[in-house]
């Protein structure tokens, strides 16, 4: 007779690194959120009760962390869309906020994740303007092929309406960020309003004609397969 499997672990966080030990009926696990570090649990088969190992949260104490939040609007073509709003943790909604839009694709499904503080090569830290009295927009993108700016316009711009009719954003006081193919769509943002304070694009190729036979790094290939038939959705030649 089947089993039906039942839950073990539920609740609002993202379940990583699960593994079992070699011999025994026991398994590490880790659960986090973007407020949450991923410390290492242990548990038995049953997963009632769990044992917390590490402290690594324990770092972050001594900082003005942030709070994310799921949101959803309607693109200007008429798809649903999701985001991923992350405020300052003394959010007050009374307060108008300076806003960064930060985004590369779909996104939406790391509303849980943990994101380490770091430097990076060309894209923002989340936590350093959160602790500094920035919210941070990450909004999902779908394309449609030969488009794929404007459906960056269509799916970002309304979100961002969103969040200004919510009344806590300072509408001149609003920023655009994106490395990469990131760095193209807030690019091609530039040339379409002028909502934006500021716009840093990072390691972009905004002309894809002169970027179509080029070579790329390491793998050695061709990338006109990238502009025709992935990333940049050309869809044709």
Same mark, same amino acid.
């Given at each position: 007779?089947?089993?039906?499997?039942?839950?073990?672990?539920?609740?609002?966080?993202?379940?990583?690194?699960?593994?079992?030990?070699?011999?025994?009926?026991?398994?590490?696990?880790?659960?986090?959120?973007?407020?949450?570090?991923?410390?290492?649990?242990?548990?038995?088969? @049953?997963?009632?009760?769990?044992?917390?190992?590490? *402290?690594?949260?324990?770092?972050?104490? *001594?900082?003005?962390?942030?709070?994310?939040?799921?949101?959803?609007?309607? @693109?200007?073509?008429?798809?649903?869309?999701?985001?991923?709003?992350?405020?300052?943790?003394?959010?007050?909604?009374?307060?108008?906020?300076?806003?960064?839009?930060?985004?590369?694709?779909?996104?939406?499904?790391?509303?849980?994740?943990?994101?380490?503080?770091?430097?990076?090569?060309?894209?923002?830290?989340?936590?350093?303007?959160?602790?500094?009295?920035?919210?941070?927009?990450?909004? *999902?993108?779908?394309?449609?092929?030969?488009?794929?700016?404007?459906?960056?316009?269509?799916?970002?711009?309304?979100?961002?309406? @969103?969040?200004?009719?919510?009344?806590?954003? *300072?509408?001149?006081?609003?920023?655009?960020?994106?490395?990469?193919?990131?760095?193209y769509q807030v690019a091609y943002l530039?040339?379409?309003?002028?909502?934006?304070?500021?716009?840093?694009?990072?390691a972009p190729v905004v002309n894809m004609? @002169?970027?179509?036979?080029?070579?790329?790094?390491?793998?050695?290939?061709?990338?006109?397969?990238?502009?025709?038939?992935?990333?940049?959705?050309?869809?044709?030649?």
């Amino acid at each position: 007779v089947p089993i039906e499997p039942q839950p073990l672990l539920t609740g609002d966080f993202m379940l990583k690194n699960l593994a079992k030990a070699k011999d025994s009926y026991t398994y590490i696990y880790t659960t986090e959120r973007f407020d949450q570090y991923p410390d290492l649990q242990l548990t038995d088969f @049953s997963f009632k009760k769990s044992i917390k190992l590490t *402290d690594g949260i324990r770092q972050q104490a *001594d900082y003005l962390w942030g709070k994310a939040e799921l949101i959803s609007w309607t @693109s200007l073509d008429g798809k649903k869309i999701e985001g991923v709003v992350y405020k300052p943790a003394d959010f007050d909604p009374k307060k108008k906020y300076p806003l960064i839009v930060n985004f590369y694709e779909r996104n939406s499904e790391t509303l849980y994740s943990y994101h380490m503080p770091e430097p990076h090569r060309s894209t923002i830290d989340y936590h350093l303007y959160n602790s500094n009295g920035y919210i941070v927009f990450n909004p *999902d993108v779908i394309y449609e092929d030969g488009y794929p700016g404007e459906s960056c316009y269509n799916c970002v711009m309304p979100g961002i309406s @969103s969040l200004i009719e919510k009344g806590y954003i *300072d509408e001149k006081a609003i920023g655009a960020q994106g490395h990469s193919w990131g760095g193209y769509q807030v690019a091609y943002l530039a040339t379409r309003t002028n909502l934006f304070a500021a716009i840093e694009s990072g390691a972009p190729v905004v002309n894809m004609f @002169s970027a179509y036979g080029g070579i790329r790094w390491g793998s050695g290939l061709n990338r006109s397969f990238q502009y025709e038939h992935t990333q940049s959705r050309i869809g044709a030649t």
